[in-house]
């Protein structure tokens, strides 16, 4: 069964178009990798899947029901989370508040009663941080908060905005077998990242997206070798390298 389905889904600011008719199915428990330059639409796309954008035209579904007039609220409680680009939690609540704050978001919109979320900042290494303001934690720190926040809503999706940007070559490795694992726990994934060889420690399949519109979609390994990617996102003249 697809946990996502969207189907001819575009976006339009006026008279620019940012998604340009995506239609994409992800099996439940796959990770896909999202790449393409900037400015392709990536984080647009994911926009829409969690409902802080609104569709032009088409349709999304998620377990087989129509999403698309849901709010990112609503897609929170059906099981759709995510992480940001810029980890923004509430620096005046300890890490543990803030797990708090997400559970009550979770699936089902039940009231916060701190399940689960020990569990939550052990698996993600923020247990000895519980009592920590938010605030007070390093970049590294904050990624995984936003990973332990978007846990904590029970997610059968998660979808994560280039949550390895900014980190040294040493905290993307923790971070990326911190993914591995949490992919393995049953929990989809996808994944738009710059950092191409975290993305493909962890991507089942690879998708790339240029000016909105989707020109490649595989195994990874063949995707990254295609021309067409190799020429647009790679900044590789296809020409000059078979010369």
């Not at 999706?157 to 280039?162: A, G, P, R, S, Y």
Request: charged share 20%.
């Amino acid at each position: 069964m697809d946990v996502l389905r969207l189907d001819a889904v575009s976006k339009k600011y006026g008279a620019l178009t940012v998604t340009d008719g995506v239609s994409l199915s992800v099996p439940e428990g796959q990770a896909l990798g999202i790449i393409g330059p900037n400015g392709a639409g990536k984080s647009t796309l994911f926009n829409l899947i969690g409902g802080t954008t609104t569709v032009s035209s088409g349709r999304i579904f998620f377990n087989e029901a129509d999403i698309t007039g849901f709010s990112a609220a609503e897609r929170c409680n059906a099981g759709i989370a995510r992480s940001f680009q810029i980890p923004h939690p509430f620096v005046g609540l300890t890490v543990y508040e803030n797990l708090l704050v997400a559970e009550a978001f979770g699936i089902g919109g039940k009231p916060a009663d701190g399940e689960g979320c020990r569990e939550i900042l052990h698996q993600t290494g923020l247990l000895s941080k519980a009592n920590t303001p938010a605030g007070k934690l390093s970049l590294l720190e904050r990624k995984r908060l936003e990973l332990a926040r978007a846990l904590a809503t029970r997610p059968r999706l998660l979808l994560l905005d280039e949550i390895a940007g900014g980190l040294t070559d040493g905290e993307c490795k923790l971070l990326v077998e911190l993914i591995k694992r949490i992919h393995a726990s049953g929990v989809s994934i996808i994944w738009i990242e710059h950092i191409v060889h975290a993305l493909t420690a962890v991507a089942e399949r690879l998708v790339v997206i240029d000016y909105g519109r989707v020109i490649a979609d595989g195994d990874p390994a063949e995707v990254i070798n295609e021309p067409v990617v190799k020429e647009i996102y790679l900044g590789i003249d296809v020409d000059d390298e078979a010369a």
